[in-house]
C-alpha cells in the first residue's frame, strides 16, 4: 500500500506487534477470548452458524497494560507530531481524558482492535494491519472526514426517525451501538437507557468537516437547542445525555458533557413525538439562532426553561419574568398579559380566559397549569414567526382595530 506517513506507519505497526505479543501470551496462559454465537439464516436453505470471537472486548479488558507498552510511547510521539491528528488532540481536551489517553483509546487501540478482529484473533497477518492503518490514513489525510455526535434522549417515545435540521436526527437507538465504540459508556447512559419505551431514542449531529480542520463543532450547543426545541413542541419531559459521544470517520473520537440545561430532566409523563410535533420542532429550531440576536426572546427563552425544574414560588416567578421579557418590555405584564391573550385565543372566550389566568399570574398568584400552558404556547407562537418586535406592533394595532389579528402557526401551516 502507499503510505503517506512512513514513521507514523513503523511506529504503529511497532505498537501493534507489541499489542499482539502481550495478547497472544495471555492465551498461551490460559486466558479465554469470548465468541459470539451468530444464526445466519437463508430463505430456502439452512441456516449457518458462526462463532465469532470478541477480540474487541478481550483488548480492552487488557487497555492499561497495552497503555504501558514502551512501543505505545512511540507511537503516541509520532502521533503528536502529526498536524492532522490535532482534532483528537483537541477533541479529549474538555474531557477527564489526558491528551495521551484520549490518543491512546481513540487511535492506537481502535487500530489494534480493528486489526486483531481483522485476524479473528492475534495471529499476525500484515495485510488486515495495512487495512486497519489505511483507514486511519484516509481519516488523516482525505479530503473530507466525517463527524458525528450522538447523546441519548430520554422521555419521550419515536415511530420513526426524524429530521430536525440537515444532519440533525431524533432516531431508535441501534442496540449496543454507543458500547460498541465506547466501552465505557454503559455506565455513563441515563437509568434504564434501553429498557424503557421512553428510554430508547438517541439525538444524533452530523457532519462534515474539511481535511485541515482542527476542531470538532459545538455539538454540546447545537444539541441543547434541539431538545430546547422539542420541549417547547411538544410540552414533553424531554432531556439529553448527561453526556455525549463524539465519533470521527467512525473512530472514537471523544466523550463530552451534555449542557446542564439540556441534561436536567423536567417532571411530566413521556410523550410521543409524533410526525405533527415533529414539524413543529423543526420550524422553532430553525428560528431558535434568532435569540442570540433579541435579547428579550432569550430572556424569555431561559426564563421558560428554568421553571421546568424550580418548585412554587419560584417557578411561577420565572414565568412571570418569561410573560414580560417575552411580550411585555417596557410596557409590563399587564400589557405582556393582554397581548398574549390576543395571539392564543381564537375566540373572544378564549381571550378572555387567557387573560384572567395571565393577570393572576402578573398579580403574584401562582402560576396554574393552563396558565403555564399559554406562556408556552406564547413562545412557541412568538418563535415560529420569527420577528417579536414586529409582532408586538401587530397586536397593539389589532388590539386599536387597525389591523386584523396575526395568524397563529396553525393557521399559516393550513395556508401554506
Known amino acids: 500500500m502507499a503510505v503517506r506517513a512512513p514513521n507514523l506507519h513503523q511506529a504503529l505497526r511497532g505498537f501493534c506487534l507489541g499489542g499482539f505479543r502481550l495478547l497472544s501470551a495471555d492465551v498461551e496462559e490460559g486466558a479465554e477470548i469470548p465468541f459470539a454465537f451468530e444464526e445466519h439464516a437463508s430463505r430456502g436453505r439452512p441456516s449457518l452458524y458462526e462463532y465469532r470471537p470478541l477480540v474487541k472486548d478481550y483488548v480492552e479488558a487488557r487497555a492499561r497494560r497495552l497503555r504501558q507498552l514502551p512501543d505505545a510511547v512511540l507511537a503516541l510521539e509520532e502521533l503528536r507530531r502529526e498536524p492532522a491528528a490535532a482534532i483528537f488532540v483537541r477533541a479529549h481536551a474538555e474531557s477527564g481524558l489526558s491528551e495521551e489517553e484520549g490518543l491512546f483509546r481513540s487511535v492506537l487501540l481502535s487500530m489494534l482492535e480493528a486489526a486483531a478482529e481483522a485476524c479473528g484473533g492475534f495471529d499476525w497477518d500484515d495485510r488486515a494491519f495495512d487495512r486497519a492503518y489505511g483507514g486511519l490514513e484516509r481519516s488523516l489525510f482525505g479530503e473530507h472526514r466525517a463527524y458525528a455526535a450522538v447523546a441519548p434522549l430520554v422521555g419521550l417515545s419515536l415511530g420513526r426517525t426524524l429530521q430536525l435540521a440537515d444532519g440533525l436526527r431524533v432516531r431508535l437507538a441501534a442496540a449496543g451501538e454507543l458500547a460498541a465504540h465506547w466501552p465505557q459508556a454503559t455506565n455513563l447512559l441515563p437509568q434504564d437507557f434501553g429498557r424503557e419505551p421512553d428510554r430508547l431514542c438517541v439525538l444524533e449531529l452530523e457532519q462534515s468537516l474539511d481535511a485541515g480542520s482542527s ?39 471523544g466523550i463530552r458533557p451534555v449542557l446542564p440545561i439540556a441534561a436536567a430532566l423536567p417532571q411530566g409523563e413521556p410523550i410521543r413525538l409524533d410526525a405533527v410535533r415533529g414539524a413543529l420542532a423543526r420550524d422553532v429550531l430553525e428560528r431558535l439562532g434568532r435569540a442570540d440576536e433579541d435579547p428579550g426572546l432569550g430572556e424569555a427563552l431561559d426564563r421558560w426553561e428554568l421553571s421546568l425544574f424550580q418548585p412554587e414560588p419560584f417557578r411561577s416567578e420565572q414565568l412571570r419574568e418569561a410573560l414580560g421579557a417575552l411580550l411585555g418590555g417596557a410596557d409590563g405584564l399587564w400589557a405582556a398579559a393582554l397581548r398574549a391573550s390576543l395571539l392564543l385565543g381564537e375566540t373572544g372566550r378564549e381571550r378572555v380566559e387567557h387573560l384572567s389566568g395571565l393577570k393572576a399570574l402578573a398579580a403574584g398568584e401562582p402560576a396554574t397549569p393552563a396558565t403555564a400552558e399559554a406562556i408556552r404556547r406564547a413562545l412557541v407562537e412568538t418563535v415560529v414567526h420569527g420577528d417579536r418586535p414586529g409582532l408586538v406592533e401587530a397586536l397593539d394595532e389589532t388590539l386599536l382595530g387597525a389591523r386584523s389579528r396575526p395568524a397563529g402557526y396553525v393557521a399559516r401551516a393550513l395556508a401554506s
Open 215 to 253: 476542531a470538532a463543532p459545538d455539538a454540546p450547543g447545537e444539541l441543547a437547542d434541539a431538545v430546547t426545541a422539542i420541549r417547547l413542541a411538544t410540552a414533553g419531559p424531554v432531556a439529553a445525555g448527561p453526556v455525549l459521544f463524539e465519533r470521527l470517520d467512525w473512530r472514537p473520537l
